[in-house]
């Protein structure tokens, strides 16, 4: 797993021993920042299932101004410091262990860029979603990027939102929702 492009383009990513992340694929993380990629200069930048901070890293080289992580494991949140490191991109990254409801409900940040790549089996994609789309933490005209497999289903419409196509690679599936304004 590398840096796609940008400032630390190339840089290796540490990823974590086991089977506890499932780290998105360069190919679909190509596609991704391909979809979005004028969307990112100058972006504060939320990736809220941090893992091993790939996407928000990525974001960074891109030249985001800020990154924002967050995850549940204190293991997750130790290589998302290290890959930060790695990058040089430490001083844009914050690094926060939290539980993904309970930082969005304290959450009192706007973002321009919201990533969610949550666990495929659990509903945490569905939980996070409408959470943010009813609290106000994301700008106008901004975006929540979602990451999920193939048959996983998301609601179509979220008032004072509006939901692109979905962009299927393989056995993945992208949507985009950009917040009304």
Same mark, same amino acid.
């Given at each position: 797993m590398r840096v796609i492009t940008g400032k630390a383009r190339g840089v290796q990513l540490k990823t974590p021993e086991g089977m506890l992340t499932r780290p998105t694929t360069d190919r679909v993380k %190509? @596609?991704? /920042?391909?979809?979005?990629? /004028?969307e990112i200069p100058t972006a504060s930048v939320l990736d809220l299932f941090g893992g $091993? #901070?790939?996407? #928000?890293?990525?974001a960074l080289s891109r030249g985001a101004k800020s990154a924002t992580f967050v995850d549940a494991q204190e293991n997750a949140c130790r290589l998302i410091r290290e890959? =930060? *490191?790695?990058?040089?991109? %430490? @001083?844009? #990254? *914050?690094v926060v262990r939290a539980d993904y =409801? %309970?930082?969005?409900? *304290?959450c009192r %940040?706007?973002?321009?860029?919201? /990533?969610?790549?949550?666990?495929? @089996?659990?509903? /945490?994609?569905?939980? @996070?979603l409408k959470c943010i789309t009813e609290i106000d933490i994301l700008q106008t005209g901004g975006i929540i990027v979602t990451e999920r497999p193939l048959g996983k289903e998301l609601p179509y419409v979220f008032e004072g939102f509006t939901r692109s196509r979905d962009y299927k690679? #393989?056995? $993945? =599936?992208? $949507?985009?929702?950009?917040?009304d304004g």
């Open positions: %190509e @596609a991704l /920042f391909s979809i979005i990629q /004028f $091993t #901070g790939q996407l #928000g890293i990525e890959n =930060l *490191r790695r990058t040089k991109l %430490e @001083a844009q #990254g *914050r =409801l %309970e930082y969005l409900k *304290r %940040e706007k973002y321009d860029i919201i /990533f969610l790549d949550p666990p495929y @089996a659990e509903v /945490f994609l569905e939980n @996070a690679y #393989g056995k $993945t =599936l992208l $949507t985009i929702y950009r917040k």
